[in-house]
């Protein structure tokens, strides 16, 4: 079978992950677990995490950074691994380049639409994202007949980043950001924010069983599959497990980083390597 794209994309070539800092680990491991033959070249942002409060015009400008680096590493497809960037900076950038680039919005507004029965959804994500409306633009696009009620929760990336997964304090911020949404009668949670579902226990907890989460993760990786299936670019062979297989960047903070995405990931991270992002 023929293996190339118009461009002579090797099949076997990485597939590029982004985001913020540890949030977008939650994506590489869904795919990592539903498509284990696939490279994968990760890069967080850490020196620069949080984008959830940054404006567009930023987050845009980081986002190309990353690309450019990417590209520069000979990825084959790029998935933004990040709410934020995915509602800011996806549609400008997926124009000015030759390999497809997906994010996680879209995936997780499907996902949300087919497990809702009551019509109401809840969204959660950073500030960026919920003031972008994107998931109610996308959700609505599928039915218009579904509200969508959006809560930016700006201090779960803080708490995830500093590991208190399952912590007293976790709990009081999530019950005061969640509390108005059970109320309004959701049956869906949307985690929209990467970083979510590390806190997934603890949001479960609190929202109660009459809510369904949505990790938008797992459909990510899902149509990930899809889309190289249908650009004839899923890596056939099978991979060993090492450094060329899996690779990771950041912009700081690398030993850190390290310990944590070993603490995610279902095996020991080689090594992470810091880059300077802001010279691309
Ligand atoms: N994990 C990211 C997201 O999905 C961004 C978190 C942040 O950096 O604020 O939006």
């Known amino acids: 079978m023929e293996l190339k794209i118009d461009k002579e994309m090797p099949a076997d070539a990485p597939v590029g992950v982004f985001d913020s800092g540890v949030g977008g680990l939650t994506v590489a491991r869904e795919i990592m677990r539903q498509i284990p033959n696939e490279k994968i070249i990760y890069f967080g942002d850490t020196a620069r995490v949080p984008y959830g409060s940054k404006s567009k015009e930023t987050i845009t400008k980081y986002s190309r950074q990353i690309v450019r680096f990417l590209q520069e590493q000979q990825v084959k497809a790029i998935v933004v691994a990040c709410n934020t960037a995915s509602a800011y900076a996806l549609d400008e950038i997926e124009k000015e380049l030759d390999i497809p680039m997906m994010g996680v919005v879209k995936p997780g507004a499907k996902a949300a639409v087919e497990v809702t029965k009551n019509g109401r959804i809840g969204v959660i994500g950073t500030e960026g994202t919920i003031g972008s409306h994107i998931y109610s633009t996308y959700i609505n696009q599928i039915d218009p007949g579904i509200k969508v009620t959006g809560k930016a929760c700006p201090l779960f990336v803080p708490l995830v980043e500093e590991g208190l997964w399952q912590d007293p304090v976790t709990d009081e911020i999530a ?74 960047y950041v912009s700081d903070m690398a030993d850190k980083f390290q310990t944590f995405a070993n603490s995610i990931l279902t095996y020991g991270i080689l090594s992470a390597k810091t880059i300077h992002i802001e010279n691309y």
């Open 175 to 248: 019950v005061r950001y969640l509390s108005g949404l059970v109320e309004s009668g959701i049956d869906t949670l949307i985690l929209g924010c990467t970083h979510y579902p590390l806190i997934r226990s603890t949001l479960g907890r609190i929202v109660g069983k009459g809510v369904t989460l949505v990790n938008p993760a797992y459909e990510t990786a899902r149509e990930l599959k899809e889309l190289l299936e249908k650009k004839n670019l899923l890596n056939q062979k099978k991979q060993e497990l090492g450094t060329e297989r899996y690779c990771f």
